[in-house]
């Protein structure tokens, strides 16, 4: 089983910037493929950022340009450095690790940009 938590959000004004941590524990999550979601109320899940075990990312065509998702392979630990931030940024932030049989999920951090 991996265990995931997501830590960093908070209240920021528009054009801020904020980073994301996402630490995996009960296993190495390396060779793991990662990414962030994002849900807002009354949406679903939006993929957000994904970084492949090898350290390639792709990203959601709303935050190109603006967000940043990187890993630390020794801390097994995933960010997501968001920059320029809008109010429709807006949402819960989720973590996820795409295992060999199964998806594991964190609990979300809430991410709320002033306008």
């Known amino acids: 089983q991996v265990q995931l938590v997501e830590s960093g959000g908070g209240l920021v004004q528009a054009g801020g910037s904020l980073r994301l941590s996402c630490a995996a524990s009960?296993?190495?999550?390396?060779?793991?493929?990662m990414a962030w979601y994002r849900q807002a109320p009354g949406k679903e899940r939006d993929f957000v950022a994904q970084?492949?075990?090898?350290?390639?990312?792709t990203y959601a065509e709303s935050v190109k340009g603006r967000f940043t998702i990187s890993r630390d392979y020794a801390k097994n630990t995933v960010y997501l450095q968001m920059n320029s931030l809008k109010p429709e940024d807006s949402a819960v932030y989720y973590c996820?690790?795409?295992?060999?049989?199964?998806?594991?999920w964190g609990q979300g951090t809430q991410v709320t940009v002033s306008s």
């Open positions: 970084i492949t075990w090898s350290g390639s990312g």
């Open positions: 009960g296993r190495t999550v390396g060779s793991y493929h």
């Open positions: 996820a690790a795409d295992g060999p049989t199964r998806r594991f």
